[in-house]
């Protein structure tokens, strides 16, 4: 009786997703880059929030330099790193490159509470002069994040919008062709923005990610002097607090960052864990959304706050799956004879893999290079590659029902 239980509600949750998922899709294809040559009078900051990241900031900072945008600053936030961070950005251009050094033992308190003491600091500084915060534009991108150089003209046409807030734009992983493993992280994030993050422009709920996201300074400063919370997922609670504050969010497909993927899978699960307990964490902004956010946005967020309680819903179907399997077998041997005709592997198939069609579709198109064929098997494989978020999932609610809260990061190579 469980496992029927089980069965139905997973595949009642499976069915829901993927009528979602359909829509998603369906709007994404009407996407539109705004009008507008890229001429620009904003003045743009990226803030790198840093904590021991020796192995990678060098490099990142020397990409930042090499734009070819002039009139913007980089302030390397180093949160009492203990090795040679401090100094790698010493190093850098001293007219654009800004350090801010954080001590214990305010530091290490997560990454919001770096990004606010980063904002408070430049504010502070007197760097920005007289500059109209309206024509301040923030940009958070991660240490290991590599800016395409044409992301800071692509992300401009939308600030053109007063009312535009933030604008997030695509994340890739330049070790995409390490293994195998890399290449799932960036078909994972490609497939998230081109289709569910497009989609959500036309429903007014994009979100922001922690690597990319282009923010309004005034946006930031209407949220009050901390405007990242101290959540795990501190860049979903500020995209939602931004639409909720009236702002508009938006995607901009035209341009990447690209950062390190993981390439191991215990830190990999390790740290999708870390987001989905940060997931948990936000769901306690649904009387924000469904009080301050109108009509459809509201829907969609809630939604997709929802997503952590629907996903360890469907992680059961496997279970259910196979035990109805075991039953199956166990009643046509007691019966003598087989019942099973190979026809039901069609549905069986469609129902595990009718979206990988969609995802090398839209993976095709942003990695040309690759074959039709090997775009298919690398989908399918993706389709599996998902069910690591339910071990990720599983671990994540074992820590909020042990209280614990804190997370080391992701280390680089």
Not at 273 to 290: D, K, N, Y
Request: proline letters at 4%.
């Amino acid at each position: 009786m469980v496992t029927t239980v089980l069965l139905w509600l997973s595949t009642a949750v499976i069915a829901t997703t993927i009528a979602y998922n359909t829509g998603m899709f369906a709007l994404s294809r009407f996407a539109a880059e705004p009008a507008g040559d890229g001429e620009r009078e904003r003045f743009y900051v990226f803030m790198l929030a840093c904590l021991n990241e020796d192995r990678v900031l060098a490099e990142s900072l020397h990409r930042l330099m090499a734009l070819p945008q002039q009139d913007l600053l980089a302030l390397v936030v180093d949160d009492a790193s203990d090795d040679r961070t401090a100094e790698i950005a010493r190093s850098a251009d001293p007219h654009r490159v800004l350090l801010h050094q954080r001590r214990l033992p305010e530091a290490r308190r997560g990454k919001g509470a770096a990004l606010n003491d980063g904002l408070r600091h430049l504010v502070d500084s007197g760097v920005l002069g007289d500059r109209n915060p309206d024509d301040v534009i923030v940009c958070i991108l991660d240490a290991d994040g590599r800016l395409e150089p044409q992301a800071i003209d692509r992300a401009d046409r939308y600030f053109a919008d007063p009312g535009t807030g933030a604008v997030q734009i695509g994340v890739r992983m330049y070790n995409r062709q390490d293994c195998l493993l890399a290449r799932m992280q960036d078909m994972e994030f490609v497939v998230y923005t081109d289709i569910f993050q497009t989609g959500r422009r036309h429903l007014g709920s994009v979100g922001l990610g922690g690597n990319g996201q282009f923010m309004r300074l005034s946006a930031l400063q209407s949220l009050g002097a901390e405007p990242w919370s101290h959540q795990l997922t501190e860049d979903l609670d500020l995209g939602i607090r931004l639409i909720a504050a009236g702002w508009e969010n938006q995607f901009c497909s035209g341009a990447a960052v690209h950062q390190q993927a993981v390439l191991k899978v215990r830190p990999l699960v390790r740290q999708r864990s870390r987001w989905f307990q940060g997931h948990i964490q936000a769901s306690r902004l649904v009387p924000l959304v469904l009080r301050e956010i109108p009509g459809r946005a509201a829907v969609d967020l809630v939604y997709h706050l929802s997503s952590p309680a629907l996903l360890l819903l469907t992680s059961f179907l496997p279970l259910a799956f196979v035990a109805g399997a075991i039953g199956f077998v166990s009643d046509s041997v007691v019966a003598g004879h087989s019942t099973f005709a190979p026809i039901w592997l069609v549905p069986l198939y469609l129902l595990a893999f009718a979206p990988a069609y969609a995802y090398a579709y839209v993976y095709r198109r942003r990695e040309s290079g690759l074959g039709l064929l090997r775009c298919l098997l690398l989908a399918h494989l993706f389709v599996a590659y998902g069910y690591l978020w339910f071990a990720a999932g599983w671990w994540a609610i074992g820590r909020t029902v042990s209280g614990r809260t804190s997370w080391l990061k992701t280390a680089r190579t």
